[in-house]
């Protein structure tokens, strides 16, 4: 059957089996930041937003996103770019592996979460593992990162009002 | 593995139904254990496109749709209003976030899975489901019928006073749990009655209820009395994860620190 639905912005045609798998799907469009780490879907590392919610690719049929909207790390180059320097400076990850599936939690949290404590943080990305490293850093880089965000949002209020 | 020929997005519930009846048709929900599984699948049926997914709130009862994730539940405030965080607690410590925006409440009750931490919860609190064909039957009863094909829609809970505690053991975060435990106590038809639902044990949830006063008044001794007249009231089974004796002891801490939590905070 052919499916069709937003990727990344952009209106997307695929033809589709009952059973194809939306992770599959994904990178056969070109979206290979989207990767299978555990095949028990837990690992978080296939992680992508339908209709601006995290969810597991690895878990959702295709034919079930016709008319929905997805997004990937590929539609939030930018953000996803400003979020890495913080990581690389914290010197947070190793190999790395994990990264696109944590980077999608980490922005989707940014949107959800309020000023979150560390605990909420974690809470929050739970479902996201690393097996290189003990997550020290990747706290470190995102409360960094939050922090520069509200510093650029308030920079921009204070403009308006000037 | 799990193949399918077709997928449907059922238009009615009428239409879920009807193709239902196949012996090779399945209904989804969030797919999560359902992937997992082998199966060869003529028919998936979606109820996504139902509005099954909605929690409402009536001056009785909350509905919740067979079709609502499990992070919707962690976030109503319509269910914090009435019991608390103890449904939250239930389904925080499942897997992550991107998780519990997929899997279904209807799914994991459906499933009558052995490690829910749902089915646990929601056993021990005056619940009953709502099935198309089937009408609305108490929870307790459904989880004890073998599964036919029927279509679960919606999952009610009524709103008599009631306090509500949930507790779990991991061995690590976000796996799953060791031991569930939920403990509600409340006023039936004029006399107290403490509820008591084991999960995990490995088998799936059951329940256990008894007409006791407790208050602050009540000793320790007799407490802990009570705890163990609970905990040796379940059949236990071993795995990969934990002995039967050790959940039997797991059961009575559980249930232990659940009464003392209720009697400390007063009723």
């Known amino acids: 059957m052919e499916i069709q639905f937003r990727l990344n912005g952009k209106q997307v045609a695929a033809e589709v089996a009952g059973d194809s798998i939306l992770l599959d799907v994904l990178r056969k469009l070109g979206c290979v930041s989207v990767k299978c780490g555990c095949e028990t879907t837990n ?120 | 593995m799990l193949t399918i020929q077709n997928y449907v997005k059922a238009k009615t519930l009428e239409e879920a139904y009807e193709l239902n009846q196949a012996r090779n048709s399945r209904v989804m929900g969030g797919m999560m254990w359902l992937r997992l599984g082998n199966a060869n699948v003529k028919t998936m049926i979606d109820l996504s496109g139902l509005g099954l997914d909605q929690i409402e709130e009536t001056d009785h009862v909350i509905k919740i749709g067979a079709m609502c994730t499990l992070r919707q539940l962690e976030q109503s405030e319509e269910i914090k209003a009435y019991c608390g965080d103890a449904l939250a607690e239930a389904v925080r410590h499942i897997v992550g976030v991107q998780f519990r925006n997929q899997a279904t409440v209807g799914g994991s009750i459906y499933g009558r899975y052995g490690f829910s931490d749902v089915l646990t919860c929601l056993l021990a609190m005056d619940t009953f489901v709502e099935l198309y064909d089937g009408g609305t039957v108490r929870l307790r009863e459904f989880i004890e019928r073998k599964k036919d094909k029927d279509i679960l829609l919606s999952i009610i809970i009524r709103k008599n006073p009631r306090k509500v505690r949930y507790l779990s053991v991991r061995r690590t975060k976000t796996d799953f749990p060791v031991l569930t435990c939920a403990v509600v106590t409340g006023e039936v038809h004029g006399k107290e009655c403490w509820y008591f639902s084991i999960g995990a044990r490995p088998m799936h949830a059951a329940l256990i209820e008894k007409e006791w006063r407790i208050s602050a008044e009540t000793t320790k001794e007799q407490l802990e009395a009570y705890a163990k007249e609970v905990a040796d009231g379940f059949r236990y089974g071993s795995n990969m994860r934990a002995s039967s004796r050790y959940r039997k002891h797991l059961a009575q801490v559980l249930v232990m620190r659940a009464m003392e939590s209720i009697i400390t905070e007063g009723r």
């Not at chain 1, 930018?78 to 010197?91: C, I, N, P, S, V």
């Not at chain 1, 190793?94 to 560390?118: K, W």
């Not at chain 1, 097996?131 to 209020?157: D, N, S, V």
Request: some cysteine.
């Open chain 1, 43 to 162: 690992c978080g590392l296939c992680t992508v937003w339908i209709n601006n919610k995290t969810r597991l690719s690895c878990s959702v049929l295709a034919a079930g996103v016709d008319g929905q909207e997805v997004t990937t790390l590929e539609g939030l180059q930018e953000e996803a770019a400003e979020f890495g320097r913080f990581l690389a400076e914290e010197g947070a990850e190793q190999c790395g592996f994990c990264s696109p599936g944590f980077i999608m939690s980490v922005l989707a949290m940014v949107r959800e979460l309020d000023n979150p404590t560390i605990g909420e943080m974690k809470e929050y990305l739970a479902g996201n593992l690393c097996r290189c490293t003990g997550y020290m850093g990747q706290l470190r880089a995102i409360q960094k990162y939050m922090k520069a965000k509200r510093m650029q949002f308030q920079a921009a209020g204070e403009e308006v009002q000037a």
